[in-house]
């Protein structure tokens, strides 16, 4: 099928992305792997629930319905949900092919589609990033973002007593809602010091335009309100060192980290949950670009210009694929993606100015490399075949590995079933001169399992 814009991720970039390219007069295609719009931000709440719970839960609530309604009831833009995009075929200075299979990931029916875009945009966001320590592979450690999923889409909280850790403004929210829905959060635990914080955000704050900075203010405000309110514990400086229990986590220990975040020694403190919640950050979701060809920048997302355009003609990136900067970046840059896929130019100032508050998160709350200090040979990094980091380095030793398939087939980090998406970073930090570059273990030319059966399958040219 023959499209003027073909969109993959219905995110807030993705959403943004299709209506500019539709207010250029573009014919749009917009696909996503979910049954509804919204991506990971908006996460759809329970049938039923109030509108009060959704506001609460739910940041920029209006702003999406707004989106939503726009391009459902346009009639030149094809929304497919339920859409898994398992491969590109590259085109000389073209974009590449796009090969989707639609319907639920685990029938028998799926239908296969094939995309012809004249501009493609990919807005396929990220997933979170844990760093592992000694028990995070035992029931009821959980990433901060699934515990969020689980508060927004079903109203439940993933444990009794919670404790939030991690690094980053994410932690924020997240306790917010796990409080909304029942938990008691026993603690939220921040890696960076207040010091390395305030030398993130605070210099250079003539480069803050006001009206940003109230709206930040104000975000802020109703989260640490909705702590103060049940007292709940911010401490910054420490980390999750690891997790106890049997059969699930009863407890975790919990101890100060120096700046470059090496523990510290005797700090330890054990705090009892049944539930925890960890989080350092995000990793762009990157396997349909390096399938296009698109270059890697250095943290191993999308390379872009500022209009958006990837290194491969006709291929554009917006949202977290370029680089973790919240949802108001992302839907800057889905603007700015949509109308230059549609062939207008526009949005780069709006982009670079959300981009000035994403680069101050990352000076105060990105990962330090002390972290793999907590990382003993025991500790498992590739949760999916129970692979430690002592095997890891033992094999990287024994091999003298260059490459990465062959360290894959040597160790199997990264060959379950997740295919490396939970380990893959961290085992390239983990490595020793790390031969791998950053975003590598994210090159999976079949992106998603398929069966013979549906690539056989002949394409339908559009859902009925």
Same mark, same amino acid.
């Given at each position: &099928? ?24 573009? #014919? ?6 979910? %049954?509804? *719009? ?16 959704? #506001? ?11 989106? =939503? =309604? ?5 009639? %030149? $833009? ?12 590259? @085109? ?19 239908? =296969? #589609? ?8 990919? /807005? ?14 035992? !029931?009821?450690?959980? +990433? ?60 250079? !704050? ?7 900075? &109230? ?14 309110? @049940?007292?709940?514990?911010? @401490?910054?400086?420490? /980390? ?17 980290? /120096?700046?470059?975040?090496?523990? @510290? ?18 990793? !762009? ?8 060809? $698109?270059?890697?920048? /250095? ?5 872009? %210009? ?46 670079? #100015? ?5 680069? =101050? &998160? ?33 094999? *990287?030793?024994? +091999? ?17 079933? $997740?295919?490396?998406?939970? $380990? ?41």
């Amino acid at each position: &099928m023959s499209v003027d814009v073909l969109v993959i991720g219905a995110g807030p970039a993705g959403l943004a992305a299709a209506r500019a390219a539709r207010r250029a007069g573009a #014919r749009v295609v917009l696909l996503d792997s979910s %049954d509804v *719009l919204g991506g990971q931000f908006w996460r759809q709440p329970l049938a039923g629930g109030s509108d009060a719970d959704i #506001r609460a839960l739910q940041h920029k609530w209006d702003r999406f319905v707004a989106l =939503r =309604r726009v391009l459902t009831d346009d009639p %030149d $833009c094809e929304i497919v949900t339920g859409a898994q995009v398992w491969a590109v075929d590259r @085109r000389d200075d073209a974009p590449p092919v796009v090969h989707a299979l639609v319907g639920p990931a685990d029938g028998g029916d799926r239908r =296969r #589609r094939v995309f012809v875009p004249r501009a493609l945009v990919l /807005a396929t966001g990220a997933h979170e990033r844990t760093l592992p320590f000694p028990g995070w592979d035992l !029931p009821g450690v959980y +990433t901060a973002g699934a515990a969020q999923a689980m508060a927004k889409g079903e109203g439940v909280a993933v444990g009794k007593r919670v404790l939030v850790a991690g690094t980053g403004p994410f932690l924020l929210p997240v306790a917010a809602s796990l409080l909304h829905v029942g938990a008691t959060v026993v603690g939220v635990v921040e890696a960076s010091s207040w010091r390395r914080i305030a030398r993130g955000w605070v210099p250079r !704050p003539h480069e803050l335009r006001p009206k940003d900075l &109230m709206s930040k203010s104000a975000e802020l405000g109703g989260y640490v309100r909705a702590l103060a309110a @049940r007292r709940v514990p911010y @401490r910054t400086g420490a /980390a999750v060192l690891a997790a106890h229990g049997d059969s699930r986590v009863t407890a975790v220990t919990v101890a100060r980290i /120096a700046d470059d975040w090496t523990p @510290r020694q005797g700090t330890e403190q054990r705090v009892e949950a049944d539930a925890v919640c960890v989080s350092h950050g995000f990793v !762009p979701r990157t396997e349909i670009a390096i399938s296009a060809g $698109c270059a890697l920048a /250095a943290d191993g997302s999308v390379r872009v %210009d500022e209009e958006q355009r990837t290194s491969v003609p006709g291929v554009y990136a917006a949202g977290e694929i370029t680089g973790i900067g919240g949802a108001d970046l992302a839907l800057a840059e889905g603007e700015a993606a949509g109308r230059a896929a549609a062939g207008r130019a526009g949005g780069a100032a709006e982009v670079a #100015r959300h981009r000035a508050f994403a680069d =101050r &998160m990352h000076s105060a709350h990105g990962i330090r490399p002390g972290w793999k200090a907590w990382v003993g040979d025991d500790t498992i990094v590739c949760r999916c075949e129970e692979v430690t980091a002592g095997q890891l380095r033992t094999v *990287l030793a024994a +091999t003298e590995t260059r490459g990465l398939r062959s360290l894959k087939l040597s160790s199997r980090a990264g060959l379950g079933i $997740c295919q490396g998406r939970i $380990c893959g970073r961290n085992v390239e930090d983990l490595l020793p001169d790390a031969p791998l570059d950053p975003g590598r273990t994210a090159n999976r030319p079949i992106v998603v399992p398929v069966r013979l059966g549906e690539i056989a399958a002949p394409p339908v040219e559009r859902e009925v």
